[in-house]
């Protein structure tokens, strides 16, 4: 399995694209869209979250690069996807929370209704763990609504912004670090 996690390490490095100042002055976004689009990147990375959430019963995709990746999931694992959408963008009644990015602040919501999550064992799957404010949110807010947050899985970790640390005691699997 080790060989397996160093090629698909390889695969997101070779296939991400840095774009400098973006979404503002000295952050380096990462671009996952070149991976996404790359049927072996996108089939390899696919399989290596599936790996990580065996005991999950619904994956939670983080809007909106982690909806690709947690559908791709979802269907590996059999399983069903909840789409954890930034705020505004369901009807009401929703549940929320709002937290800080390191470039501002947002807001998670999922609906109030119409899908119960109590008691389901869910695993969260994203693109980048950077400073960790969207994963531990969105982890508090499945646990609002009465759902267990077994682990997470993201592609790629930027370590030197102590993300990990701030969603512990979160298990996070993480494909590729920068």
């Known amino acids: 399995m080790s060989g397996d996690i160093a090629r698909v390490s390889e695969l997101v490095r070779k296939l991400i694209r840095e774009v400098p100042d973006f979404p503002e002055p000295g952050v380096q976004f990462k671009d996952l869209t070149p991976l996404l689009a790359d049927a072996e990147g996108l089939g390899a990375v696919t399989d290596a979250l599936a790996a990580t959430a065996a005991d999950a019963d619904l994956v939670a995709g983080l809007d909106a690069r982690?909806?690709?990746?947690?559908?791709?999931?979802?269907?590996?694992?059999?399983?069903?996807?909840?789409?954890?959408?930034?705020?505004?963008?369901?009807?009401?009644?929703?549940?929320?929370?709002?937290?800080?990015?390191?470039?501002?602040?947002?807001?998670?919501?999922?609906?109030?209704?119409?899908?119960?999550?109590?008691?389901?064992?869910?695993?969260?799957i994203d693109d980048v763990l950077?400073?960790?404010?969207?994963?531990?949110?969105?982890?508090?807010?499945?646990?609002?609504?009465?759902?267990?947050?077994?682990?997470?899985?993201?592609?790629?970790?930027?370590?030197?912004?102590?993300g990990r640390e701030v969603v512990a005691p979160l298990q996070v699997s993480s494909l590729h670090t920068v």
């Open 66 to 124: 982690g909806f690709l990746l947690g559908a791709a999931v979802a269907t590996r694992l059999g399983v069903g996807v909840l789409a954890v959408r930034k705020g505004g963008k369901l009807p009401p009644p929703v549940h929320s929370v709002t937290y800080q990015l390191e470039y501002g602040s947002a807001t998670l919501e999922i609906p109030a209704d119409g899908i119960d999550i109590a008691g389901r064992n869910v695993v969260i």
């Open 130 to 162: 950077a400073t960790g404010g969207t994963l531990a949110a969105a982890s508090r807010l499945l646990e609002a609504g009465g759902a267990t947050v077994r682990s997470a899985a993201v592609v790629l970790e930027l370590t030197a912004l102590g």
